[in-house]
């Protein structure tokens, strides 16, 4: 037990007296008492020190294909109480990639995997006075199979060329984060019952999503900054294929001169591409994906895995907090903003910088993409400092546009 047992190991020496008893040592001090009364005997138990021990260490989530994204869970404790230290080879090359100290606290965290092929990952843990203990955990990464992301916009011909630019960019960005696209799609028909009757119709073959962008007068200034959403969601794979953001053209101007339109941009496009608004598909016939918990409560949390692991890497436990007020198009669909406060998915605007972190990329990695986790910006959990910033403006709320599957 730490440097207990060291001490009381070192009063039995002087003592002289030592007996040993169910693996514990019993220590009697006997002698004659001032003033002659009888001797009396003092007794303690020593538990000895023993090693740490790993309940799990498991993989969370799907491998699926180079760049692969893995997830690792690891519990542990020591039965003398003590600090632990966890090292974590998670690609499996032999070369330990994380520490993390007081490891006793079960956690997990996402390791990026670029080779396909077997692997074994490994974990040790070491208490301070034992031999490390060891586990491993073996997984497979398939072959890479696929292109680059690619996100097509439309309309942006009718925009403010400073508009459209901040589209592009911010399409673009999303294009590096996501380092994958999906199948080619090709649609039954060019009008699928999903897509809106005011939209082009898709072409021939789909690759990969198509988001119409448009900046009409949604409420005037400083209200409504945006509104996004999929319109047309492959039953294959949950995700869609079709979107479209509206940027208040009210509020476009101002964005532009305060530098926050082109976070704005990306957090709607984020939205198109799943985040909050596909993190539960059963209203999917057969859909499967179950992100969000508590919907309904004043609780929801978010609980991926690769999210997850992120809130881990910030020392939190359990699961991640989303948005708990706003209306319909805020609540449940972001990153709790008194949590968050100026990440990019939360669902109001802040003074720039809005980072996007690595919780974000890890929950477009849950939806099923395969990304680059190293993509993220410089983001840690704000401490009250972070209230001085500009007062939040709402997203807004609104109903998302209507999602229909396209077979």
Same mark, same amino acid.
């Not at 011909?157 to 294009?175: G, K, N, S, V, Y």
């Not at 949950?238 to 704005?264: C, F, K, P, R, T």
């Given at each position: 037990?730490?440097?207990?047992?060291?001490?009381?190991?070192? *009063?039995? +020496?002087?003592? #002289?007296?030592? !007996? &040993?008893?169910?693996? %514990?040592?019993? $220590?009697?001090?006997?002698?004659?008492? @001032?003033?002659?009364?009888?001797?009396?005997?003092?007794?303690?138990?020593?538990?000895?020190?023993?090693?740490?021990?790993?309940?799990?260490?498991?993989? *969370?989530? +799907?491998?699926? #294909?180079?760049? !692969? &994204?893995?997830?690792? %869970?690891?519990? $542990?404790?020591?039965?003398?109480?003590? @600090?632990?230290?966890?090292?974590?080879?998670?690609?499996?090359?032999?070369?330990?990639?994380?520490?993390?100290?007081?490891?006793?606290?079960?956690?997990? *965290?996402?390791?990026?995997?670029?080779?396909?092929?077997?692997?074994?990952?490994?974990?040790? $843990?070491?208490?301070?006075?034992?031999? @490390?203990?060891?586990?491993?955990?073996?997984?497979?990464?398939?072959?890479?199979?696929?292109?680059?992301?690619?996100?097509?916009?439309?309309?942006?011909?009718?925009?403010?060329?400073?508009?459209?630019?901040?589209?592009?960019?911010?399409?673009?960005?999303?294009?590096?984060?996501?380092?994958?696209?999906?199948?080619?799609?090709?649609?039954?028909?060019?009008?699928?019952?999903?897509?809106?009757?005011?939209?082009?119709?898709?072409?021939?073959?789909?690759?990969?999503?198509?988001?119409?962008?448009?900046?009409?007068?949604?409420?005037?200034?400083?209200?409504?900054?945006?509104?996004?959403?999929?319109?047309?969601?492959?039953?294959?794979?949950?995700?869609?294929?079709?979107?479209?953001?509206?940027?208040?053209?009210?509020?476009?101007?101002?964005?532009?001169?305060?530098?926050?339109?082109?976070?704005?941009?990306?957090?709607?496009?984020?939205?198109?591409?799943?985040?909050?608004?596909?993190?539960?598909?059963?209203?999917?016939?057969?859909?499967?994906?179950?992100?969000?918990?508590?919907?309904?409560?004043?609780?929801?949390?978010?609980?991926?895995?690769?999210?997850?692991?992120?809130?881990?890497?910030?020392?939190?436990?359990?699961?991640?907090?989303?948005?708990?007020?706003?209306?319909?198009?805020?609540?449940?669909?972001?990153?709790?903003?008194?949590?968050?406060?100026?990440?990019?998915?939360?669902?109001?605007?802040?003074?720039?910088?809005?980072?996007?972190?690595?919780?974000?990329?890890?929950?477009?990695?849950?939806?099923?993409?395969?990304?680059?986790?190293?993509?993220?910006?410089?983001?840690?959990?704000?401490?009250?400092?972070?209230?001085?910033?500009?007062?939040?403006?709402?997203?807004?709320?609104?109903?998302?546009?209507?999602?229909?599957?396209?077979?």
């Amino acid at each position: 037990m730490g440097t207990q047992p060291t001490a009381l190991r070192a *009063r039995a +020496a002087r003592v #002289g007296l030592v !007996a &040993l008893l169910a693996g %514990a040592a019993v $220590v009697a001090a006997c002698g004659p008492q @001032p003033g002659g009364g009888s001797p009396t005997t003092t007794t303690t138990i020593v538990t000895e020190p023993r090693p740490p021990v790993i309940h799990s260490f498991t993989q *969370r989530g +799907a491998t699926g #294909g180079a760049p !692969a &994204l893995v997830t690792l %869970a690891w519990e $542990v404790s020591d039965p003398n109480g003590d @600090p632990l230290t966890c090292r974590i080879d998670g690609d499996g090359d032999g070369t330990y990639d994380l520490t993390v100290t007081n490891c006793q606290v079960p956690g997990s *965290r996402n390791f990026p995997v670029d080779s396909p092929g077997p692997h074994q990952a490994r974990l040790e $843990v070491r208490d301070g006075d034992h031999d @490390p203990v060891t586990a491993t955990r073996a997984f497979v990464v398939t072959a890479d199979v696929g292109e680059p992301m690619d996100i097509e916009l439309r309309g942006l011909e009718d925009l403010d060329p400073a508009i459209a630019q901040a589209f592009t960019d911010a399409a673009a960005r999303w294009e590096s984060v996501i380092v994958r696209g999906l199948p080619d799609y090709v649609p039954s028909s060019p009008r699928p019952s999903c897509l809106p009757e005011d939209v082009d119709p898709l072409p021939a073959v789909l690759d990969d999503v198509i988001v119409d962008v448009a900046t009409p007068v949604i409420d005037g200034p400083g209200e409504v900054l945006g509104q996004a959403g999929p319109t047309c969601v492959l039953s294959t794979t949950e995700l869609g294929i079709h979107g479209v953001i509206e940027i208040d053209l009210a509020d476009a101007a101002q964005m532009l001169a305060n530098g926050s339109l082109g976070e704005v941009i990306e957090h709607e496009l984020g939205h198109v591409l799943g985040i909050g608004t596909l993190w539960d598909t059963s209203w999917m016939q057969q859909g499967q994906r179950r992100l969000l918990q508590g919907s309904g409560t004043s609780n929801p949390t978010y609980r991926g895995a690769a999210g997850v692991a992120e809130w881990s890497a910030f020392g939190r436990s359990g699961n991640v907090p989303v948005e708990n007020s706003g209306g319909p198009g805020t609540a449940e669909a972001h990153w709790r903003e008194t949590t968050f406060h100026n990440e990019l998915m939360t669902g109001y605007v802040n003074w720039p910088p809005n980072p996007m972190s690595r919780l974000t990329i890890g929950s477009l990695a849950d939806l099923g993409y395969r990304v680059d986790i190293h993509a993220a910006d410089a983001y840690s959990l704000p401490g009250a400092v972070a209230r001085l910033r500009q007062q939040p403006a709402p997203e807004g709320d609104w109903e998302r546009p209507p999602v229909g599957t396209a077979d």
